[in-house]
């Protein structure tokens, strides 16, 4: 009985010294000697198809990337899949990615909510949150209580706070009626816009929140204009922000529009001037953070001519003239960057650590001067931006850049 | 017990042992796909009761399910700032598997209140109503965002309430505690909510074929057969199509909790107006005023929104060269793919999976006879 005993113990300590050993060896999912795998949502689908560029741009700089020999010597293949904009559909398509494909990380996928939805799963499981494509200073501001997750384009804060330092500076004793989207991305926006007004004489003399499901903001418009206010601010996703200009122009409004990098696309521009019919987009003013390929002073620049060579290669097809496609290569320069500085023992760990120590100027899809840039008490990787001013179809940058100070 | 019930017994309990034993052969990936499959199973046995079996069409089913999955996450959120309802603020108020009755409770309530104006109404006017609650049902959700969440909906993933939360394996997603149920070890989490959700499942199936085996199926099959003819053998009317939109709204609100639980998280888009179109599509597949039949309705409406229509539309240009160079990447080309693999199914079985089963029964036993 004794020796019956002795030998099941001795069979159980085998047993799990055999599957430790399996355990440690084995590299994280989505790896192998040749390939990575990442996965992502972006809107293929719904109303906020607009940003599905990002994800197709991402992919066309992946596939570049491949061409020449991928990273380390592996190469990387990214699956991204519709959700629609919804953010349950997000929850069951990062499930599926993570526990059927087995990626390696989530990566750029798109939308305020719905990144929030999926984070505190892939925090529990460990997966990395990389590059979140939503500027809300939660994915930034909360690194203790999820460490798995980064963000990447400026927060929606600093972009409001620049705006709001910016009337103070040019337009002293505006008064702005704003109309932002009701979750932490509109809330985001004007909150940094009421700190950079602090201590001026501009004022927010209107705030109108609208659903992001609202099928219009027509009535926000009239209150707004109500106001009598002579600045508006569009703090909402292209569809309603087109929305804005257009109900705007019908009611004979014409103030001085801010409109938030999430809908200042030039093509986006364009359907809200309603050939070229509607002025109230004139003059409208914005920030820009990315070398828009439409802008005149970038025609020779080597980046965009980098961009429209990837494009015509490998994302046959697409508008090269929308803006996302090279937010989305901006984004994807940044995680070839990452991969390769994490070396060739690529851990999910390794790779999060890359992420809180970023300093690089290099990016070529960004403005001259931007450093990519965190560190272990800092999570927010841009924080510098221009402002751009669109007049006769096109934006026009000008001024020094901005930098973000909060406080 | 008669010797043709003592069959459907047996046949019932190989049925059970089978889904019992099917995690086995399957990923764990595939078993939280089942696990949905036993959800809309349960909505669909609802949703059948009152359309097959009373003849009382609802557009509208969406809406009870959301009530259920809304019940379900209220009672268990921890919602910062928390939610809140005359003055009662939730936070972890209850485990997630004692919430599934009260959450059918609740939608049942609703359903049989609502039973009562659509006494007033019948066929196309019945549809337009129930429709109309499926498209309000989301807005309303929205309005009280400080008791529901708003349209930023509720997440419920790192809620004390949740079993089987933090015991899975990061890497292998195995679970690091796990149970054993009956023998069994249930390692992880789309384990448990497989056997949960399964579980619940055949037993709402039985009860759904006591009730109608007897003289409460015959009554409410005579509703829908022909009021006149059924009111004039002395069946109150009211009482019993209401008591059929109580029943029936209350798989709907199990089925709804358990989507909420085995989602962790939801928003008024987890139950659009196109999941009451999908379960009335489910229903007709399976079978108008079939019992057992309606799986294979939830298995098409499950996978053919999430797998088979992305690959029935991959195979269009092989089987269709004359539309040409088609973009299978096109927003939206799934949901053309479901169409058509819908009309498809139509044309081909009118009666759904039900219809085919009988026809495959008749023939096999006339041949049989004729063999003799």
Same mark, same amino acid.
């Given at each position: 009985?004794?020796?019956?005993?002795?030998?099941?113990?001795?069979?159980?300590?085998?047993?799990?010294?055999?599957?430790?050993?399996?355990?440690?060896?084995?590299?994280?999912?989505? &790896?192998?000697?040749?390939?990575?795998?990442?996965?992502?949502?972006?809107?293929?689908?719904?109303?906020?198809?607009?940003?599905?560029?990002?994800?197709?741009?991402?992919?066309?700089?992946?596939?570049?990337?491949?061409?020449?020999?991928?990273?380390?010597?592996?190469? &990387?293949?990214?699956?991204?899949?519709?959700?629609?904009?919804?953010?349950?559909?997000?929850?069951?398509?990062?499930?599926?990615?993570?526990?059927?494909?087995?990626?390696?990380?989530?990566?750029?996928?798109?939308?305020?909510?719905?990144?929030?939805?999926?984070?505190?799963?892939?925090?529990?499981?460990?997966?990395?949150?990389?590059?979140?494509?939503?500027?809300?200073?939660?994915?930034?501001?909360?690194?203790?209580?999820?460490?798995?997750?980064?963000?990447?384009?400026?927060?929606?804060?600093?972009?409001?706070?620049?705006?709001?330092?910016?009337?103070?500076?040019?337009?002293?004793?505006?008064?702005?009626?704003?109309?932002?989207?009701?979750?932490?991305?509109?809330?985001?926006?004007?909150?940094?816009?009421?700190?950079?007004?602090?201590?001026?004489?501009?004022?927010?003399?209107?705030?109108?929140?609208? !659903?992001?499901?609202?099928?219009?903001?027509?009535?926000?418009?009239?209150?707004?204009?109500?106001?009598?206010?002579?600045?508006?601010?569009?703090?909402?996703?292209?569809?309603?922000?087109?929305?804005?200009?257009?109900?705007?122009?019908?009611?004979?409004?014409?103030?001085?529009?801010?409109?938030?990098?999430?809908?200042?696309?030039?093509?986006?521009?364009?359907?809200?001037?309603?050939?070229?019919?509607?002025?109230?987009?004139?003059?409208?003013?914005? &920030?820009?953070?990315?070398?828009?390929?439409?802008?005149?002073?970038?025609?020779?620049?080597?980046?965009?001519?980098?961009?429209?060579?990837?494009?015509?290669?490998?994302?046959?097809?697409?508008?090269?003239?929308?803006?996302?496609?090279?937010?989305?290569?901006?984004?994807?320069? !940044?995680?070839?960057?990452?991969?390769?500085?994490?070396?060739?023992?690529?851990?999910?760990?390794?790779?999060?650590?890359?992420?809180?120590?970023?300093?690089?100027?290099?990016?070529?899809?960004?403005?001259?001067?931007?450093?990519?840039?965190?560190?272990?008490? !800092?999570?927010?990787?841009? !924080?510098?931006?221009?402002?751009?001013?669109?007049?006769?179809?096109?934006?026009?940058?000008?001024?020094?850049?901005?930098?973000?100070?909060?406080? | 017990?008669?010797?043709?019930?003592?069959?459907?017994?047996?046949?019932?309990?190989?049925?059970?042992?089978?889904?019992?034993? +099917?995690?086995?052969?399957?990923?764990?990936?595939?078993?939280?796909?089942?696990?949905?499959?036993?959800?809309?199973?349960? *909505?669909?046995?609802?949703?059948?009761? #009152?359309?097959?079996?009373?003849?009382?069409?609802?557009?509208?089913?969406?809406?009870?399910?959301?009530?259920?999955?809304?019940?379900?996450?209220?009672?268990?959120?921890?919602?910062?700032?928390?939610?809140?309802?005359?003055?009662?603020?939730?936070?972890?108020?209850?485990?997630?598997?004692?919430? =599934?009755?009260?959450?059918? +409770?609740?939608?049942?309530?609703?359903?049989?209140?609502?039973? $009562?104006?659509?006494?007033?109404?019948?066929?196309?006017?019945?549809?337009?109503?129930?429709?109309?609650?499926?498209?309000?049902?989301?807005?309303?959700?929205?309005?009280? *965002?400080?008791?529901?969440?708003?349209?930023?909906?509720?997440?419920?993933?790192?809620?004390?309430?949740?079993?089987?939360?933090?015991?899975?394996?990061?890497?292998?997603?195995?679970?690091?505690?796990?149970?054993?149920?009956?023998?069994?070890?249930?390692?992880?989490?789309?384990?448990?909510?497989?056997?949960?959700?399964?579980?619940?499942?055949?037993?709402?199936?039985?009860?759904?074929?006591?009730?109608?085996?007897?003289? $409460?199926?015959?009554?409410?099959?005579?509703?829908?057969?022909?009021?006149?003819?059924?009111?004039?053998?002395?069946?109150?009317?009211?009482?019993?199509?209401?008591?059929?939109?109580?029943?029936?709204?209350?798989?709907?609100?199990?089925?709804?909790? +358990?989507?909420? =639980?085995?989602?962790?998280?939801?928003?008024?888009?987890?139950?659009? =107006?196109?999941?009451?179109?999908?379960?009335?599509?489910?229903?007709?597949?399976?079978?108008?005023?079939?019992?057992?039949? #309606?799986?294979?309705?939830?298995?098409?409406?499950?996978?053919?929104?999430?797998?088979?229509?992305?690959? *029935?539309?991959?195979?269009?240009?092989?089987?269709?060269?004359?539309?040409?160079?088609?973009?299978?990447? *096109?927003?939206?080309?799934?949901?053309?793919?479901?169409?058509?693999? +819908?009309?498809?199914?139509?044309?081909?079985?009118?009666?759904?999976?039900?219809? #085919?089963?009988?026809?495959?029964?008749?023939?096999?036993?006339?041949?049989?006879?004729?063999?003799?």
């Amino acid at each position: 009985m004794r020796t019956l005993r002795l030998a099941l113990s001795l069979l159980l300590l085998a047993g799990a010294i055999a599957t430790g050993a399996t355990g440690s060896t084995s590299a994280d999912p989505g &790896i192998t000697p040749k390939t990575i795998l990442l996965g992502g949502t972006a809107p293929l689908s719904g109303t906020a198809s607009a940003y599905a560029s990002v994800a197709r741009g991402a992919n066309a700089y992946f596939r570049h990337v491949n061409s020449r020999g991928g990273v380390n010597g592996r190469t &990387i293949t990214y699956k991204f899949v519709d959700d629609a904009y919804n953010a349950v559909q997000t929850v069951q398509a990062t499930k599926q990615l993570v526990e059927q494909d087995k990626v390696f990380a989530i990566f750029n996928s798109l939308g305020t909510e719905q990144n929030e939805a999926i984070r505190p799963y892939l925090n529990q499981a460990k997966v990395p949150q990389l590059f979140v494509a939503s500027g809300a200073t939660t994915f930034g501001h909360d690194f203790k209580q999820y460490p798995w997750t980064i963000g990447f384009q400026p927060s929606y804060r600093a972009e409001g706070w620049i705006y709001g330092k910016y009337l103070a500076r040019a337009k002293p004793g505006a008064k702005i009626a704003v109309l932002f989207q009701n979750d932490a991305y509109g809330k985001d926006l004007l909150g940094g816009l009421k700190q950079g007004i602090a201590r001026s004489k501009v004022k927010v003399v209107a705030a109108e929140p609208f !659903e992001v499901t609202a099928p219009d903001v027509q009535s926000q418009i009239a209150k707004l204009k109500a106001s009598g206010a002579d600045t508006l601010a569009l703090f909402a996703t292209p569809r309603h922000a087109i929305q804005g200009y257009v109900f705007a122009n019908r009611l004979k409004w014409r103030p001085l529009i801010i409109n938030n990098a999430v809908s200042s696309a030039s093509n986006i521009m364009t359907l809200a001037s309603e050939g070229n019919t509607n002025q109230s987009v004139e003059n409208s003013i914005s &920030i820009v953070f990315l070398k828009d390929p439409t802008d005149a002073k970038w025609r020779t620049d080597p980046a965009v001519k980098l961009y429209r060579s990837i494009m015509a290669r490998h994302a046959r097809g697409a508008n090269a003239k929308d803006v996302y496609h090279v937010y989305g290569m901006a984004v994807a320069y !940044e995680t070839v960057a990452v991969l390769k500085a994490a070396g060739k023992n690529l851990t999910r760990a390794s790779v999060m650590s890359q992420t809180r120590k970023l300093n690089d100027a290099s990016n070529p899809f960004l403005l001259p001067g931007i450093t990519v840039r965190t560190s272990a008490t !800092e999570r927010f990787p841009i !924080e510098q931006a221009l402002l751009q001013r669109w007049s006769n179809g096109t934006w026009k940058s000008f001024g020094g850049l901005w930098g973000y100070r909060a406080g | 017990m008669r010797r043709a019930d003592l069959v459907r017994v047996g046949v019932f309990a190989l049925a059970a042992i089978a889904v019992f034993l +099917l995690p086995r052969f399957i990923s764990d990936f595939r078993a939280q796909q089942f696990a949905y499959v036993g959800i809309y199973f349960i *909505a669909l046995i609802g949703l059948n009761l #009152l359309t097959g079996i009373t003849g009382q069409i609802s557009l509208g089913h969406g809406a009870f399910m959301l009530i259920g999955g809304y019940t379900t996450a209220i009672l268990m959120s921890n919602q910062d700032p928390p939610l809140e309802l005359f003055g009662h603020a939730f936070t972890n108020d209850l485990r997630d598997i004692w919430t =599934i009755p009260l959450a059918g +409770l609740v939608a049942g309530l609703v359903g049989f209140l609502f039973g $009562f104006p659509a006494l007033r109404l019948t066929g196309l006017y019945l549809a337009l109503a129930t429709f109309a609650i499926a498209v309000a049902a989301p807005a309303v959700v929205k309005k009280f *965002a400080g008791f529901t969440g708003g349209g930023g909906g509720i997440n419920l993933f790192d809620v004390e309430g949740r079993t089987g939360r933090s015991v899975t394996d990061p890497v292998t997603f195995e679970s690091t505690e796990g149970a054993d149920i009956f023998g069994l070890h249930i390692a992880t989490f789309n384990e448990w909510l497989y056997y949960l959700c399964w579980t619940i499942a055949l037993v709402m199936f039985g009860v759904a074929w006591l009730l109608l085996r007897g003289r $409460f199926g015959r009554t409410l099959r005579a509703v829908r057969d022909s009021e006149l003819a059924a009111a004039s053998s002395g069946v109150d009317l009211a009482r019993y199509k209401t008591l059929a939109f109580g029943i029936s709204a209350f798989y709907a609100g199990v089925a709804g909790s +358990l989507l909420a =639980i085995a989602t962790t998280f939801v928003n008024p888009d987890t139950f659009p =107006i196109a999941l009451s179109i999908f379960l009335l599509v489910g229903v007709v597949v399976g079978g108008l005023g079939s019992l057992w039949p #309606l799986v294979f309705g939830a298995v098409f409406i499950h996978f053919m929104q999430i797998e088979w229509a992305q690959r *029935a539309e991959a195979a269009i240009p092989d089987f269709l060269p004359i539309l040409g160079d088609i973009d299978t990447d *096109a927003p939206g080309a799934p949901a053309v793919a479901f169409g058509v693999v +819908l009309i498809l199914i139509m044309l081909a079985f009118p009666g759904g999976a039900a219809g #085919l089963l009988r026809s495959l029964r008749s023939l096999t036993t006339r041949s049989y006879r004729r063999a003799r």
